[in-house]
Nanobody, 118 residues
């Protein structure tokens, strides 16, 4: 059974940090580019960060540059999003996405809530 399970969300004060995890099962993670998206209430879903299937290339939304870091651990079948210097505008549900590097196959996780508030 294919699954992407996110964890690590929660309530944090402005300026704080969180590390989100996305653990994959049921497919070979190394064949997939991995991304984190977020969606705030009343807003469209936006791409936050992405890492290539080989792990050598990363990209970030302008809002995430310098504050967020995406990484992947092949042995643990997990992708991480380290978020530092969090701001209230980072509040959203964060979703993990896996997209096959060749085939038109992608998977989504159920999301984890991040709330930045004092």
């Amino acid at each position: 059974q294919v699954q992407l399970v996110e964890s690590g969300g929660g309530l944090v004060q402005p300026g704080g940090s969180l590390r989100l995890s996305c653990t994959a099962s049921g497919f070979t993670l190394s064949n997939y580019a991995m991304s984190w998206y977020r969606q705030a209430p009343g807003k469209e879903r936006e791409l936050v960060a992405a890492v290539s299937s080989a792990g050598g290339v990363t990209s970030y939304a302008d809002s995430a540059k310098g504050r967020f870091t995406i990484s992947r651990d092949y042995a643990r079948h997990t992708v991480y999003l380290q978020m530092n210097s969090l701001k209230p505008e980072d509040t959203a549900v964060y979703h993990c996405n896996a997209r096959h590097r060749v085939l038109a196959i992608e998977y989504w996780g159920q999301g984890t809530q991040v709330t930045v508030s004092s």
